[in-house]
């Protein structure tokens, strides 16, 4: 198994711009997140997504959007990146509530 | 809503010797507590949990951390540390029933450096 892959794993993006971010997991786990890590933060909830067509806020969800249209895949946008954006992003699934989470190696983004 | 405090946000400790990477967390409710550890440029990786029963925990590469309800704490330990130890612990808590509580609250995280 290739556990969950990211991709891109750096980005750079001007003002404005938009892209998505990639996630995908080959363990049919149900329960998918993204989180973002900024130095000394911890890492905060984007967005989760307990199945296929079903996806919720988590505590910083403003300027992103997700989908989640297959078991496996749970992409990012970013429609108007902004400085504040500059972050590292991992995605994360689990088989099910109260398990472990395993994450991705995490995107690298830089909003200039 | 739970949190999650690391008392320390860097932990230097020579090789060789113990370390203790203190967590402390607040909840109305009973919770699940996690010990995830991120190398550098890579992602988490779960070290241990504590789910129930024994309130002692072993984990992967010689940790342990011990649950206890009262201090509401989860500290976690190693009685000798590596070189390849040095990385960044984040603990983090889940509640461990109702709504949402597959959702884990992570804390600040604790950078350790071991020194040779």
């Known amino acids: 198994n290739a556990g969950v892959t990211q991709t891109p794993k750096f980005r750079i993006l001007k003002i404005g711009q938009s892209m998505t971010l990639q996630c995908t997991q080959d363990?049919?786990?149900?329960?998918m997140y993204w989180y973002r890590q900024d130095p000394g933060m911890g890492l905060k909830l984007i967005y989760y997504s307990v199945g296929a067509g079903i996806t919720d806020k988590g505590e910083v969800p403003n300027g992103y959007n997700v989908s989640r249209s297959t078991t496996e895949d749970f992409p990012l946008r970013l429609e108007l990146a902004a400085p504040s954006q500059t972050s590292v992003y991992f995605c994360?699934?689990?088989?099910?509530?109260?398990?472990?989470?395993?994450f991705g190696p995490g995107t690298r983004l830089t909003v200039l | 809503a739970q949190s999650v405090t690391q008392l320390d946000s860097q932990v230097p400790v020579f090789e060789e010797a113990p370390v203790e990477l203190r967590c402390n967390y607040s909840s109305s409710v009973s919770v699940y507590l996690f010990w995830y550890v991120q190398y550098p440029n890579q992602g988490l990786q779960l070290l241990l949990k504590?789910?129930?029963?024994?309130?002692l925990v072993k984990g992967i590469n010689g940790f342990e951390a011990e649950f206890n309800k009262s201090q509401t704490s989860f500290h976690l330990r190693k009685p000798s540390v590596h070189i390849s130890d040095t990385a960044e612990y984040f603990c983090?808590?889940?509640?461990?029933?109702?709504?949402?509580?597959?959702?884990?609250?992570f804390g600040k995280g604790t950078k350790l450096s071991v020194i040779p």
């Open positions: 363990m049919n786990h149900n329960y």
């Open positions: 994360a699934s689990s088989y099910r509530d109260r398990n472990e989470q395993f």
């Open positions: 983090a808590v889940s509640l461990d029933s109702g709504a949402g509580s597959y959702q884990l609250t």
């Open positions: 504590y789910l129930s029963g024994s309130t």
